[in-house]
């Protein structure tokens, strides 16, 4: 018995012999995982913090790009703002002069149709009162011309009058005397008459 375990012994020492050296060995792979890990890691962090470090400088200039891009649209907005005041004061300026110069135009016009008016009035009253003069110079004519037949009627109505008068007249007086000649003649034929019987 002592025999066969002095050679199980023998025969178990190369096996304890190769565990040995396992364990030593996967404790080798382990301490250099971990500290191939830990590498691994602290380049992880290196870089991370870098890239961190990157993003942060980065993010710090974006920031600032931003600022100054938001700087300046202020400033152009206000520029804009500037211009666009001015341009409406500009604009409300030249309305109010184009306002007034219309004003004193359109006093103008009225003054002008005004004056108009009344020289166009002053030559219609004119000519109304030339044409007022003749039609009163035609009727003053006309009266007249009335008048002067009036009286030349009544010159001829009495001269119609003493010529009939004086026909009337006449004709009495020769009446009369025809009448008287044959009252003669009828006396001298009755004297004879009486004559001769």
């Not at 109304?128 to 010159?155: F, G, N, P, T, V």
Request: with cysteine.
């Amino acid at each position: 018995p002592r025999g066969r375990d002095g050679d199980s012994e023998t025969e178990r020492w190369p096996l304890r012999n190769s565990l040995h050296q396992m364990e030593k060995g996967l404790e080798d792979f382990i301490v250099r995982t971990q500290q191939d890990a830990e590498k691994q890691s602290q380049s992880d962090t290196k870089t991370s913090e870098g890239k961190r470090a990157r993003l942060q400088q980065e993010a710090s200039q974006l920031s600032a790009q931003l600022n100054n891009v938001t700087a300046e649209d202020r400033e152009r907005e206000l520029a804009l703002q500037k211009k666009k005041y001015k341009e409406e004061t500009e604009i409300e300026n030249w309305i109010q002069k184009y306002d007034t110069e219309i004003g004193e135009k359109q006093v103008d016009i009225n003054l002008t149709f005004t004056y108009v008016d009344l020289r166009v009035l002053e030559e219609h009253s004119a000519v109304l009162d030339l044409e007022y003069s003749q039609i009163m110079e035609e009727r003053q004519e006309a009266q007249k011309q009335r008048e002067q037949q009036e009286r030349e009627r009544e010159m001829q109505s009495q001269a119609a009058t003493v010529i009939q008068a004086h026909w009337r007249g006449f004709c009495v007086r020769k009446a009369m005397k025809a009448n008287k000649a044959r009252h003669e003649s009828i006396v001298q034929d009755n004297q004879q008459y009486n004559l001769h019987y």
